[in-house]
């Protein structure tokens, strides 16, 4: 029996048990793995030591890194020593502990941001370090874009089988709903359900609606993540995306009409936007037989009323 080591995503929340990693995790069962996960409560990532002797127990086959310290453009940009710090060290504790176990396979989750600001769209992964980044989530990009080096730097001395992924902007059930450190789409419904609830008049948003993003439901991710773990092999990182985008404006109004709020919507302008547009080139996936499954219509459908029905749920992260 494969027996797969399973890291689900740490975040600032002592505990925690991350969006990805907890459907990574089930995908695993359900695929008749043996699994082990780490959260913070019975691991720390950041120290060699800790995460050396857990792997040691284990003595995985394969670990697929969901781990790392993440959030929105405001959270990055309060935070860039924590952001580069954490993740360089989870990842690098990570990936130097599995060389010296000798893991077959690992599979490096890296994200969209690492791209450059401004680079041709979709965006390919030869366009990596090409260009400058994006100054809001810089700090974090480089941590990521540091781990990819060291997955590549690891296949080309010792020969691992191992892979970096880059995933389009994820959603799905257990998100993170702090305001503090939210994603745009679990901040987006957030900020609806609780303006519906306290019947607010208006939904101050951040930027100005304009920038596109494509959005990828968590299982498709953690779909492809177990297709890769078999059927790819190569230095360069795999992009795994939707392949359609949504203005951030429109996005705001299919959760506003889902919500079922009346009020308005105004848009901050003075608040940065992000990168404008971060449309991902996936056809290595797909030529793999790889294709996201979960429309984003119905899963912002199933995100927000998962999150409505866990509102006053202990363990949602608020």
């Not at 959270?75 to 990842?91: K, Y």
Request: glycine share 6%.
């Amino acid at each position: 029996m494969c027996v797969v080591y399973i890291v689900l995503v740490i975040t600032v929340v002592a505990g925690a048990n991350g969006m990805l990693g907890r459907e990574v995790l089930r995908s695993s069962k359900v695929r008749g793995f043996a699994t082990f996960s780490a959260v913070r409560s019975s691991v720390d990532l950041t120290k060699f030591e800790d995460t050396f002797e857990f792997i040691k127990s284990v003595n995985p086959d394969l670990i697929i890194n969901c781990a790392g310290l993440v959030g929105g453009i405001a959270a990055n940009a309060r935070h860039p020593v924590e952001f580069l710090n954490d993740n360089i060290a989870i990842q690098f504790n990570l990936l130097n502990a599995a060389h010296a176990l000798k893991v077959k396979r690992f599979i490096n989750i890296a994200s969209s941001c690492i791209y450059p600001k401004v680079t041709q769209q979709p965006m390919h992964p030869s366009s990596l370090l090409s260009g400058e980044l994006e100054p809001t989530n810089k700090a974090f990009a480089l941590a990521k874009l540091s781990a990819i080096e060291l997955v590549k730097s690891y296949r080309t001395e010792f020969g691992h089988e191992w892979v970096s992924v880059i995933p389009s902007n994820l959603y799905g059930n257990h998100d993170n709903y702090n305001l503090v450190n939210a994603h745009l789409m679990p901040a987006l419904i957030r900020r609806f359900h609780e303006a519906n609830l306290a019947n607010i008049g208006e939904v101050n948003l951040w930027g100005t609606g304009t920038p596109k993003r494509e959005f990828l439901h968590v299982r498709d991710l953690a779909d492809a993540i177990f297709l890769i773990s078999e059927k790819y092999n190569h230095d360069e990182p795999i992009n795994v995306g939707s392949g359609e985008e949504i203005e951030i404006r429109e996005l705001a109004q299919m959760l506003k009409k889902k919500s079922s709020y009346q009020g308005r919507v105004c848009w901050d302008h003075s608040k940065p936007d992000g990168t404008m547009q971060k449309l991902l080139d996936s056809s290595e996936i797909r030529n793999l037989g790889w294709e996201p499954k979960i429309s984003l219509e119905l899963g912002v459908a199933d995100a927000y009323d998962w999150f409505t029905r866990s509102y006053t749920r202990e363990g949602i992260r608020l």
